[in-house]
């Protein structure tokens, strides 16, 4: 493991799990799962702040939970998008999208493009 | 409420997603910790599937999962919250379907309805009113800083007056020795004084204060400045405006303050101008005045006639206080034996002595609106009643749809209490205007009416009574509706089947007669009250006061003593005044005395007699009300002279003094004996002498419902006191008199003597009388009023009542008409029945009314709060009212037809 790991930004954890919850209902587990497996474990998320978060998100309306049966067969609450939370992910990421695109427009910015200033 | 601490559901082995599936709202505190075990789990058999052993596994997962208390208590934070958010959400909900509900079923019904609307806005509106009073005359704190400080002393004299006013001596040697008070000052009652600005003269009153008073009170002035201590010190040439004054007469012009004024022909400077909050010692004052050094004598202890209000200082108590006072008058009774043997003190808190003779009578009137409003209640009740028979199947209908018993009696309440708040909205409406004309109507004496209004604690006390008498009738259909849901084992065919109303309706017909008693009980209490008020009224009317008040008129006049010094020119002034008077058309005698006709208030003063010894140290009897009189008074009062002569021009100046005394004052002091010839004298035993020349009638002519009082007259020619300058002229007229020609002739006559003297008051002599009787008029209208709506009440009751009884035996009677039954004999059954309801509501409402009316005692002339008459009225009253009530449904029992009925079932 000499790879480093990147702590999740505050706030963009419910923006990762409202991503992990397009296609189909999660638990707690498998989200994280999930999540580790997309970022090819870089991200580092603390299992025990995954929680909170899901009740706040489920508090606001964006997620809605309902008990059922996991893969191997014991009862663990299911988490689904709401049509408000669908609507919340697509103006988190657009305006997520056009942050990293303006950050690295001037992260990668060139002395000549500076210097065009009078 | 969801308690998220509660395991219980857990305890009684309810399985988690059984749990879950209640809808939301399960036990949060198990789920989360559910959600959070599950987490770990998984991660113990990740590691497990790499090879660890289980236990070590386990212990593994929990490091790794992290901080499982925190996560814990937040989620379960969350939870609590959504849970918390989601009831209320809910039950605003289903209250507000309720509420929809109801206003829909209401507005199906309009007639009914708006009957029940109007009922509980009379009932609400008419207690509100009434507690606004009560709100801004008993409750509201005094508008003085610290009020609950602030006290009143008084003197107890011999005779057991505790409210005795205090001599000066007597407050400056309290002042000087009590440590118990912060501070004290003394004031005079209020009188009137003539302000002459820019030429015109008016009449305004003022109170004559020492600074001291303005310290006790701590009050500030809005404008300039109030008296400081130092103001005792100069000439006394200050004053001190209302803000009502400041308003009327200066136009609120804020450069009143130093402004020169001319008070009784003396001129003062204007210090400054009162907050308008600020009413002192009663409502209705424009001017302070200082009472200076130089009118304070220590020694005087003979006259009695200043009021004392002190602050408690801080840490002293009213016993404290009254203890101090009481060793203090001991004390005093010890140095100065001839003056003060026998007074005592009497420590009173301030808002306490204001308001303790309204008291009673406002509670009584609270407890007359309220007994209103539980009629009103019952009324109430007994239509919703009569509508929750006809609603028996929706009932049924909507539990067999599932809707629990506690959700039917929601929405059982929730109808009665949006009818209720319409009713409350509306009685907040009529308790606005009803505060308004009130203290219009209200008699002039009763304290602080200035702060009377509709504020917050008036708009609780109407949110209170509304929600509290919308439970109340509201209970009545719920018990009955439940009730019979269970009896019928909350069948619903049977409901649906039974298309008439049978099975039940006998115990139906009990509940509803059962609030009618009540109704016309409470009705009949407030009768007996209405009732005994009336009468003794009508005895007040036909009283006989000795003397005739219809016809006389009466003004005051009052003569600045700058001007006028001395008895000879007062004598002079009155006699050319009764001079012209006499002249006016329509007036037939013109007489003058001292006393304020229909005013308790009366100078008195003691005399020694001729030869009798007395008991007091001074040889002179207790002091009696002396009455100073002028012209033919006795003929032109209508008095009769029993004995000796009356006052004649004669007893003039330098004529032998001569006094009259009245029947009263005869038996009181020559017990047995004839007083014409005995001589009396104001100084002492020795003399100098007033020779007794006549015995006349007594009279009632300080408040109709007080017995007649002691009196000693004595012609105003022959007075020896220059400081007596007023007098109040009598005159007898004939019919075609009016009060407003007798006025300008008067103020005409006034104008050629001495323009710049005013004219006060011209009016029947009967009409001051209406002070005295004021409260009871109050109380009497009042009470008559609750109690004619609580009568009216009774009878839509009554006929509710007898009308649903015939509905609900149509059949009988049909089959009874059928069989040959007449008419006469039906209506008697059901007439009857009516009867046997209305002879137990008076009897039980006799009973109550006897046992209450006694808190009427207080109000009543001459009329026992037992009167049997009275209650006999009363009581023939309600029978006669219920039974006409009864007949008109009774007659429709007879119109009903057989075949019909009997085809009908």
Redesign the interface.
Known sequence: MARQEVDVLQGTLDMLVLKALTWDRM???SILAWLRQATDGELRI????L??AL??M??RGLIEA??GL?E?N????FYRLTARGRRELRAESESWTRYVAVIGKVMSAGRAAGASVP | MIDPSSDESAGRGVPVWRRYLRLRGGDVRADVADELEFHIEMIAERLIGQGMAPDQARARAREEFGDFERARSLCEGIGAEMARRHEWAELLDSLAKDARLALRSLRRAPGFAATIVITLALGIGASTAIFSIVRGVLLRPLPFAEPDRLVRLWEVSPRGDDHNVVSMGNYVSWRDRAKTFSAMGAHSGSFSVTLVEAGEPTRITTADLTPSVMQVLRARAALGRTFVADDDKGDGRAVVLSHALWVRRFGADPGVVGRRLVIDDAPYTVLGVMPAAFEFPSAGVDIWRPVTADHIDPNERRSHNWYVVARLAPGATLAAASAEMRAISGALAREFPQYMTGFGTNVVGMADDMVASVRPLLLILLSGATLLLVVACANIANLLLARAVGRRREMAVRGALGAGRWRLTRQLLTESVVIASVGGLLGVAVAALLTRALTMLAPDDIPRLSAVRVDGAVLAYALATTLASGLLFGCVPVVRILRSGRRRGESLHLALRVSGDRGGSARHVGVRSVLLVGELAVSLILLSGAGLLLRSAHRLASIDYGYRPAGLVAASFDLPRARYDGNDRHVAFYDQLMAGARELPHVTGVAGTTEEIGSSSSMTFSFAIEGKPSRNASGREDPQPLRVVAGDYFRVMGIPVHRGRPFTPADRADAPPVAIVNESLARLLWPGADPVGSRVSFVGPSGPWLQVVGVVGDTRSNAADAAPVPALFVPFAQKRWPWMTWMTLVMRTDAMASVNTLGSGLRGLVRQVDARLPVQDVSPVPDRYRESVGRRRFATVLTGAFAALALLLGVVGMYGVVSYGVVQRRREFGIRLALGARASQVTGVVVREALALAGIALVVGLAAALGSTRVLAGLLYEVSPRDPITFAAVAVLVAVVAMAAAWVPARRATRIDPAMTIRDA
Not at chain 1, 74 to 77: I, L
């Open positions: 638990h707690g587990y603390e299992d025990a702040a929680y909170p009740h706040r489920e508090a309902e008990w996991s191997n014991r009862k663990a609450k």
